[in-house]
C-alpha cells in the first residue's frame, strides 16, 4: 500500500518511539483498528489510558494538550486514579526514572 | 517528496491559526530524522513576523527564534543571525508547563531550561527537544 504513495518519507512510519515502549512499559495495550494491502499492514491503536500513562512519562511541552485532554476524556479526577492508571503501564523503575510521582502531585494538588 | 518544514514556515503556518505543536513536530520530524542533513537550511531563513501580531503570536515567534538557536548549538551548525533580533526578547517570564502557576514548577524552569530560552524570558524546561531518534533507551537498573 505504501508504495502507492510517492511522495512518503524513508521513515514514514513512526516506528522510533517503540523503544520507549518495549523499555519501560509492562505492555501495550492496542486494539485492531484495521487492515490494509489485503491483510499485508495491521493498523493497532493505543488505548487512551496506555496513551495517558507514555504521556505522563514523556511530559515534554508538545504533550501538555494531550494530558490534559485525556484526562478530561477519562474524567481523571484525583491523584489516585491518574496514579492507578499509570501502575497498570509504567514499570517501577520507569517511574521513578521520569519522576511520575511529581508530576501527578503537580497535576492534581 | 514533502516542501521542507523549515522553521519560517512553522511561524507561517502559526500565524494562519495552526496548533504550534502540528507544525513544529513536523519541523522537529524532519530536523531529527528524514532532513536531517539539511538542518542548516531548515532553520537558515528568517522567520516573518508582522508588525501589528497578537501578544500569542509574538510568544511563539520568539520561542521560533530561541529553538533555532538552541539546536544550532546542540547540532553544531551555523546560528543564522536573524535569531539575535531584539524583536525576540519577551517583556515578561514565560513558563510554559502544566502547572506552571506553582512556584515549585517555576523554580524548576528557571534551573532546568536552556540558556537560549531563559536569556530570552521563555522557561521550558530542558524536554522540549527530546529526539526520540537519539534515544538509547532508560538506563537499566538490573542485569
Redesign the interface.
Known amino acids: 500500500m505504501a508504495h502507492k504513495h510517492k511522495?512518503l518519507?524513508?521513515?514514514w512510519l513512526n516506528d522510533?518511539?517503540a523503544?520507549?515502549y518495549?523499555?519501560?512499559t509492562r505492555y501495550a495495550e492496542v486494539t485492531f483498528w484495521r487492515s490494509f494491502g489485503n491483510n499485508i499492514l495491521h493498523v493497532y491503536l493505543p488505548t487512551l489510558e496506555y496513551m495517558f500513562a507514555t504521556k505522563i512519562a514523556?511530559?515534554?511541552?508538545?504533550d501538555?494538550?494531550d494530558?490534559?485532554s485525556i484526562i478530561h476524556d477519562l474524567q481523571i479526577q484525583t491523584r489516585e486514579q491518574a496514579q492507578a492508571i499509570v501502575d497498570t503501564f509504567l514499570l517501577p523503575?520507569?517511574q521513578e526514572?521520569y519522576e511520575v510521582d511529581k508530576?501527578l502531585r503537580?497535576?492534581f494538588? | 517528496m514533502a516542501p521542507l518544514q523549515t522553521m519560517k514556515r512553522v511561524y507561517a503556518e502559526i500565524l494562519k491559526g495552526e496548533e504550534p505543536w502540528i507544525s513544529l513536530g513536523n519541523f522537529m520530524h524532519q530536523f531529527f530524522g528524514s532532513r536531517k542533513h539539511l538542518r542548516a537550511e531548515l532553520v537558515s531563513d528568517a522567520i516573518r513576523v508582522p508588525k501589528r501580531c497578537s501578544f500569542e503570536q509574538h510568544k511563539w515567534a520568539v520561542f521560533c527564534a530561541a529553538s533555532v538557536e538552541y539546536l544550532c548549538k546542540e547540532y553544531a551548525i551555523p546560528c543564522p543571525n536573524w535569531v539575535h533580533g531584539s524583536v525576540y526578547i519577551l517583556a515578561d517570564p514565560w513558563y510554559y508547563d502544566l502547572c506552571a502557576d506553582l512556584p515549585e514548577v517555576q523554580e524548576e524552569l528557571r534551573q532546568t531550561t536552556p540558556e537560549e530560552f531563559t536569556r530570552r524570558n521563555i522557561f521550558c524546561g530542558s524536554r522540549t527537544f527530546d529526539n526520540k531518534y537519539e534515544k538509547k533507551g532508560r538506563p537499566r537498573t538490573a542485569a
Open positions: 511522495n518519507e524513508d521513515d522510533e518511539a523503544i520507549y518495549y523499555d519501560d514523556a511530559y515534554r511541552p508538545k501538555m494538550k494530558i490534559q523503575d520507569a526514572f508530576r503537580r497535576l494538588h
